[in-house]
C-alpha cells in the first residue's frame, strides 16, 4: 500500500536545504512522461483508479491504482507495478487491450530519502512546485504519522490532495468555462 501526502512547494530550493540540513539523501533526479490510460468499459474517474505508464530514461513502470482510501492528512491507495525496458511493448499492449491513451503529465523530479520516508521534489508542467512524501507500508495509520512529522520538519503547509492529473482537468476545465 502507498502512503502519500502532496503539498504546494514553498519553493524547491528552499525544501532542497531543509531536506540537506536533516541529512537527506538524494537517491536520484529524473525526467517522466506519464501516461494516463482510458479504460474501455468502465470510468476510471468515477471508480477512482488509473493506469500510467511512466516512461523514463532507464525504466519504464506500468501501474495500476486502486481507489484511495482516505486517512486524515494522507491517502493510501494500492499500487501494482510492472517495471520494463521497453515502454513502447508495453503501450501497445495495453492499447491491444482496449485501452485508449488519456492524458499525458510531465515532469522533473529530485528524489530524496530520509528514515523510510521518499520526499519527491517536483516541478510539474503547467503546475509549477509540489513536495510528495511517501511510504510503502502495510500500516497506513504509523505511515500517516511518519509523514506528518517529515511534513513538519519541512514546514509544508499547503496540503494538495488532487492527483497531478485530477489538477490538470479541473485546469483544464477552468480554462473551458472562460
Known amino acids: 500500500m502507498e502512503v502519500e501526502s502532496k503539498f504546494r512547494s514553498p519553493g524547491n530550493d528552499k525544501v532542497e536545504k531543509a531536506l540537506a540540513k536533516l541529512g537527506a539523501e538524494l537517491v536520484s533526479e529524473e525526467e517522466t512522461e506519464d501516461v494516463y490510460f482510458r479504460h474501455p468499459g468502465r470510468d476510471f474517474g468515477k471508480t477512482d483508479e488509473a493506469l ?50 488519456f492524458m499525458t503529465v510531465r515532469k522533473k523530479r529530485r528524489n530524496f530519502r530520509y528514515d523510510k520516508v521518499r520526499v519527491a521534489v517536483d516541478l510539474v508542467d503547467g ?31 499547503d496540503l494538495e490532495p488532487r492527483t497531478y492529473l485530477e489538477m490538470i482537468l479541473d485546469g483544464s476545465a477552468r480554462n473551458e468555462r472562460k
Open 52 to 101: 500510467r505508464l511512466r516512461k523514463r530514461a532507464d525504466v519504464s513502470e506500468l501501474t495500476y491504482k486502486g481507489p484511495r482510501m482516505r486517512l486524515e492528512h494522507t491517502k493510501a491507495r494500492e499500487e501494482v507495478t510492472l517495471r520494463t525496458g521497453d515502454a513502447l511493448a508495453a503501450q501497445r499492449i495495453v492499447e491491444r487491450l482496449g485501452f485508449t491513451e
Open 127 to 157: 503546475l509549477g512546485e509540489y513536495v510528495e512524501l511517501e511510504l510503502i507500508t502495510e500500516e497506513p495509520r504509523r505511515a500517516e504519522a511518519l509523514i506528518e512529522q517529515m511534513r513538519a520538519e519541512l514546514s509544508l503547509t
